[in-house]
C-alpha cells in the first residue's frame, strides 16, 4: 500500500513539474500584433520643382504681303539650361495601379542659339526664357513606390526680341529687329515618379522623385521686321518646336499625407 501511494505521488510531482516548466517557457503577456503597414496613396495635391536641359528648333523663311514667300526655308535653334516649378492633383482609383490627375508649371529658361535672317543675311541672337504649361497625365504604378505616365496639353514659349547685325567682321548693328513674342501650340511628354520615402535616410514625409521629357509643337508665325522700331512691312515666317528633360523633387501633402496605414491582408 505504501508502495503504491508512493508511486502515485511521484507521478504526480512529475506531472506538475512538467507543466510547470512548459508554463515558465511561455511569456506572461503576448506581444501586442504588428501596426498596418503603410500603403502609398496617390490621390491628393502636390508641388513640384526642379532643373533641365532643353533644345528648339524651327523652320523659317521671308514673307511679304501680297507676294508671300519670298525666300527658301532655312533652320536654326538654340539649346541650354532651365528651370520648372508647378503643381498638381492626381487621383489614384480604388484598388487600382491607375492614376490619372491635372497639373500646370512654369519654365524659366535661357535657351538661346544663333539666328540668321533670310533675306538681308543680317544675324543676331534668338533666346527662349520663359513657358508655361496645363494639362493632364495618366500613369501605371509599376509598383506602390513607382509610377510611370504619359501627359499632354496646353502650352505657351516666350521668345525674346532679335537685334540684327552683319555678318561680317567686325558686326555692325543694322537698326532691324524682331520683336519678342508668344507661340502657342501644344505638347506630350512621359516620365516616371518615385517615393523617396521608402527609402531610410529620407526624413520627410510625402516627398517624391520625377524625371520627365516634353516635347512641344507651336504654331507658325509671321514675326515682322522692323527698322528702328517700325514695322517695315516685311516679315519671317517662323516655325519652332522645343523638347525637355527635367528631374526634380515632388512634395504630396493632401489630407493625412501620402502614406495611409491600411490593414494588409
Known sequence: MKKALLA????????????????????????PPPPPVPVISWTGFYIDGGVGYGFWN????????????????ANSGGEGWLGRVGGGWDYQFPNSPFVIGAFGDYTFSDLHGDFQETFNGFVGEEKNTASWHAGGRIGYLVTPSLLTYFDGGYTEA???????????????????????????GWFIGG?????????????VSGLFWRTEYRYAQ??????????????????????????????????RFNFGGPFSPQPTQ
Open 218 to 251: 507651336y504654331q507658325g508665325a509671321d514675326i515682322p521686321l522692323l527698322f528702328d522700331g517700325v514695322p517695315n512691312g516685311g516679315a519671317e515666317h517662323m516655325q519652332k518646336n522645343e523638347q525637355t528633360i527635367t528631374s526634380g523633387l515632388v512634395w
Open 8 to 31: 502515485s505521488l511521484a507521478g504526480l510531482a512529475l506531472t506538475t513539474g512538467s507543466a510547470l516548466a512548459a508554463d515558465l517557457g511561455q511569456p506572461l503577456y503576448k506581444a
Open 191 to 203: 516620365g516616371y515618379e518615385y517615393s523617396l520615402n521608402s527609402l531610410p535616410f529620407v526624413p
Open 58 to 73: 524651327q523652320d523659317h523663311f521671308k514673307t511679304q504681303p501680297p507676294f508671300g514667300a519670298l525666300t527658301p526655308s
Open 158 to 184: 516666350r521668345f525674346d526680341a532679335i537685334n540684327l547685325s552683319t555678318g561680317t567682321l567686325p558686326s555692325v548693328a543694322t537698326g532691324f529687329s524682331f520683336p519678342s513674342h508668344t507661340y502657342h
